[in-house]
């Protein structure tokens, strides 16, 4: 066990880097008064939501920690066959598990969160002297949040796992963090797209005054929404694909060892069990060195900053490969198992770099869907849906072969290697996701302060190649998801057998393996179900931004009605308001599709049985997976659209090309940031949530 | 086998119905020189575009009959054990059944048009008089084609079953009406989208000239556009359904009898076979007598016309129940199978009605987002695709309710006797759905010929109400598409099977039924494709509209600019050259998406082998029913929520919220007319090309 020691030797490490890096940060100038005071603004919009929202998801977790406790725990219902339950009776293991998983992930929220409100200040400070200053710090504050988010996640798996040794309860951890990424990317999602479009449409539809314009009352909610929603949302959504794509490599340990084809030797089985913790563990350590290898000199062009961003990457990329062959090798595993994290590395990047080629306008995807901009909004529309449909096809193709390959040589087990191979460079590839908020916010922030206009053409240099590490982030995030998904529902169908199968051996009769065949009625229901719920939960959350950016619409509109002096900059705008009104629209939206996507997998477990369970998970993965993907490229591609229209193209800025590409980056703000993402979280949800009430349904 | 000529005979009377028909319709006075010259361009144009498509496809039809020669008549790849081929080989018994259902639907579709183009001038010369008359004539017309659809089915079907007297064969036959039902939607779905969008766009949006306006180039080839894609599509379309229903439960009956757990005399499985025809051609005659209950006498409001509508429905509904009754006692069958009857003719109008509730204006949802035109056309289309994903749920559940009730009754058999159920009273229902675009275009001729305003008030009265019939017709459209390619993705893996069967037993080994297990990767991949080809196909379906509207604009924006004195009308537009670029448009563009959907199955089935192909078909079908349900239903809903504010609500005409609605109604152009319906053909032409080509896989 002494793998365990060096897993939480490497959270440690990550946590300390974390820590070092937040004192650095901190130092740095926080800028005038007027910057301060802009940042206090937002610090404290982000945190009435961030503490708004955690109070509510308490609520939740708390009465989830006792149908844990309750129905698996205690199991009053008396599902778990002695022989499985052994002395885990009596015991809340799951139920604390759930707990720590929750904590875990709201505390790597919080952390993120915690840092980019106080980087963006700073951030802006630096754009004053240069780029590459500027970047520093908002990269920084990005890998406080990406090594957060692996080093609290490697050592509550690994402490959960050394405390219980029981595979099926560290399940209940991943349950933990599935909750609280599911509320958060929701309702930060609602509220960043609510402030957003509410802002733009009053602002630069209505009105005519510039993004970030400190008239505009929606400006402060505008910028809280990207820390609490592509900061804290991603950070959640990401730290849940960590743990669970290790949860799901270990629950299949057993199955892997059947596949590999040995006469599995018990010490064969906990070094598979160890191997996905181990490669995190390297991980970690490739990431932390990975983030030296970006190296922004003075005077460096924006390519070379991209390229710098990319050798961090795939520099870390080849320590973990080195690690892994090295590992794979020592702990005397089939050398299989290091192509099958080759593969998950390379697919993690096919796709995200698919995503960029379908949603930058270096490519001629974007710039196609830019010159429809030339006859009107109607045919953006058209042109945009369109280029996300058929942006589906390499992400799909992707995940197929890598399926393919991965359980061709370890089955389901391979599977879960993948998305852990996938996601080990996560500490890297999430700190250069997480700096683009900041980037952004420091963007507004310079805008505000009426700093000078190179201030703002740096911060903007900066956004835009946080756009582009964006788009791969979340073709990125979908991938893993998906991989994560599919290996989450291959345990699960392990959990059933095993159930079943001491069931049987109890009641004498004879053991069945569980089928999902299609031709059983009872799958293909829980396959149309489940292929439904991204639609139902897609349109729910984005009816829930439309609402609530209606509801901000108004309010701005308000203000410039009854503040005399508004319009004319003579007078200030009340933005706390406006930041309440998102808090508000959140939290009252977040909640339906919440409650939808934990109910439906045990409504239908419940009612079809575990066979309808796995159809639906199933559906939800393919269905939920191009929805994903289609939303995401979508808006991607509108959003650049309108920004290369804005760099000159078609007319330039005021033009009606431009105007045209505004309606399409505003239907393509609640694709990518809401309803999108939220599907990532909605197929692992669901799948662990299989997982975890598994013996309910038998 | 009486029963054969019962279904003969019953197809005759159909034909007969609508040769009766028809003399009345020519018989009516064909207006005034001017409304017959607009009258004649329209039907050159649409004869235009059917002898060019039928040109195109007679190529496609001659390839793929030779292929069915070679590779499953003449089996030359020797793939089909001899016990199964009998002395089915040397024979091209497949190719003549393909060669059959393709001239019956292009037959079908041919004749609708036909009397469609004809009847257009004759139904604006009745306007003239009033409501009633002209309703008359465009509702005959319609049952024309509804009668011509079903009369000309029955009889291929019965025809060629009772020559090669092989459930497998007829296959072939609905194989021929799917390949053309799909180039009919696609091609036609591009033309008219093309020319609709390329006239809203130059016409309305840019020089604000009303819509059908004489001066503008693209009026023509959107009145061709209604017939070459609103009638001839959808005939194809049901067509195809309709006899794949036929077909499917025919092939199934076998199972049946197993599944309704008796002994299975001969003559049972004989009686099995007979009841899909039985209940057709009752439902022939129910639809005839139907259409009789239509009445309309003058001085009717528009809500007692569509009641009346709803009685002739409604009443042969219930004299094929009647019938089934009979039937099913006096073929000594389990009365069980009424009752599936009953099921599905119920979850057809309950989809149908669903349709209607999110698509009307009379309801909230569709009032719901006329309102979000008030912020503009971003809120439009968000709030379109919402409510598109949220009229998912109910078609979804309906289906998967039918599906279980049917499947418990009866088996896969059971699923399609619902799908005829739901078909049985097409005769009808298609003729209420049919009868829309001749409205439609009836209108666009009052408004070319400079008649007075009330008589475009009477056609865009009948337009509206074909709005609603064409609503309920699309979700009927898709709920029987997806029973009907269920029951054949049953059929399939019963062919499968029994090839299997005698192949084990030819070679000595066991038989082991095939299995289409989600736990078998193979499977798995097979599903995420077909998942994914919905999307791809809607994808380049909506690029090819995309890419044909602008051919237009472009050549609408020419005329204007080119032809002096157009705009002031004193010049005549260049109708033909407008009518050719949509021609050519859809010629070229639908020649991939056409490709694609025929050779998916067979390559997946080559490559990664019959199970994968199942998963595929389950994939295809239960992505492409929901995104064919979104699709259809955002787009009515943005249609009718532009004609709710152009009736007066939020500013009426001319308003900004009405130029936002606009913008959503041109997105849903694409949507409702062109890619969501093709999605239809997409899932039973690939489910009946994994049927007729099963044996090559194995």
């Known amino acids: 066990m002494e793998i365990l020691y060096l897993a939480i030797a490497a959270g440690v490490v990550a946590l300390v880097f974390a820590v070092l890096l937040t004192v650095q940060i901190l130092k740095s100038d926080p800028g005038s008064e007027e910057v301060q005071a802009i940042g206090r603004a937002i610090q404290e919009g982000s945190m009435a939501f961030l503490s708004r929202e955690y109070r509510l998801l308490a609520i939740f977790v708390v009465g989830m920690t006792i149908i844990l406790a309750v129905f698996i725990d205690l199991d009053v219902l008396d599902k778990v066959p002695d022989t499985i339950a052994g002395d885990n009776e009596g015991v809340p293991k799951t139920a604390i598990a759930y707990l720590a998983g929750a904590i875990g992930s709201a505390l790597a929220g919080f952390i993120g969160m915690t840092i980019a409100v106080r980087a963006n200040t700073r951030t802006t400070v630096q754009a004053q002297r240069g780029l590459n200053s500027a970047l520093r710090i908002a990269f920084n504050s990005g890998t406080v949040m990406g090594v957060s988010v692996v080093g609290i996640g490697l050592i509550g798996i690994t402490v959960v796992y050394w405390i219980f040794k029981d595979a099926n309860i560290i399940a209940g951890f991943g349950f933990g963090a ?13 509220y960043t797209k609510a402030a957003d479009v509410g802002a733009d449409l009053v602002g630069k539809i209505e009105l005519g005054i510039p993004e970030d314009d400190p008239r505009n009352p929606a400006t402060v909610a505008d910028n ?12 959640a959504d990401l730290f849940e694909s960590y743990v669970g794509s290790i949860i799901a490599t270990i629950a299949l340990a057993a199955v892997g060892a059947g596949a590999l084809g040995v006469d599995a030797p018990i010490e064969f089985h906990d070094n598979l069990f160890i191997l996905p913790i181990l490669i995190a563990a390297i991980g970690i350590f490739a990431s932390i060195i990975g983030t030296f290898m970006v190296r922004t000199g003075e005077g460096a062009n924006m390519g070379r900053l991209l390229w710098s961003l990319r050798t961090g990457i795939f520099g870390a990329g080849i320590l973990v490969l080195i690690g892994t062959a090295i590992s794979v090798t020592m702990l005397g595993l089939d050398f299989k198992l290091f192509w099958i994290v080759v593969v998950g590395l390379v697919a993690g990047q096919i796709i995200g770099t698919s ?3 379908f949603t930058s306008y270096e490519y001629r995807f974007t710039r196609n869907l830019a010159e429809t901009a030339e006859t009107g909004p109607a045919t953006v529309i058209i042109g945009g849906l369109g280029l996300g449909m058929l942006s589906t096809v390499v992400p799909a193709i992707v995940v197929v072969v890598a399926m393919w390959f991965a359980n061709d040589l370890a089955g389901t087990y391979g599977v ?11 500490g890297i590839t999430l700190a250069t996701d997480a700096y683009g908020p900041v980037a952004d916010n420091a963007g507004g922030i310079a805008e505000q302060a009426h700093l000078p206009p190179e201030v703002r053409e740096r911060t903007d240099a900066l956004d835009s190649l946080g756009n582009t590490t964006a788009a791969t982030g979340k073709g990125f995030a979908i991938g893993s998801a998906v991989l994560t998904a599919l290996a989450l529902m291959a345990a699960y169908s392990v959990v059933v057998d095993n159930i079943n199968e001491a069931k049987a051996l109890e009641e004498g009769v004879a053991f069945v393996k569980i089928s999902f065949d299609l031709s059983n009625v009872d799958v293909l229901m829980g396959l149309f179900v489940g292929s439904l719920t991204p639609f139902l939960f897609a349109a729910l959350t984005m009816q829930a931004v439309g609402r609530a950016a209606m509801a901000m619409v108004n309010e701005v509109r308000r203000q410039f009605r009854e503040i005399p002096g508004l319009l004319e900059g003579t007078a200030d705008a009340d933005y706390a308001r406006a930041v309440d009104i998102s808090t508000n629209g959140a939290m009252k939206e977040m909640v339906v599709p ?3 996507a934990v109910a439906a997998p045990i409504i239908v477990g419940a009612i079809l049985g575990p066979e309808a369970l796995g159809g639906l998970l199933i559906g939800s993965i393919a269905s939920g997976f191009l929805l994903a993907v289609m939303m995401a490229n979508a808006g991607g591609a509108w959003d650049n ?3 290369y229209i804005e760099a000159g193209a078609h007319g330039g800025k005021g033009s009606e090309p431009h105007s045209a590409a505004v309606v399409g980056d505003t239907v393509g703000d609640p694709f990518k940031d809401t309803s999108g993402p939220a599907l990532n979280i909605l197929i692992k949800l669901m799948s662990i949530v299989a997982l975890v009430f598994a013996p309910i349904f038998l």
């Open 641 to 643: 659209a309108k920004k």
């Open 355 to 357: 995503s960029e080629v």
């Open 594 to 596: 919440g409650i939808l």
């Open 416 to 426: 879960a290697l993948a998305a852990v191979g996938m996601l080990s460079t996560l």
């Open 224 to 235: 809280v929404g990207d820390n609490v929603g592509d900061v804290a949302g991603m950070g």
């Open 178 to 190: 599935s909750s609280i990424a599911l509320f958060a990317r929701v309702g930060g999602g609602i």
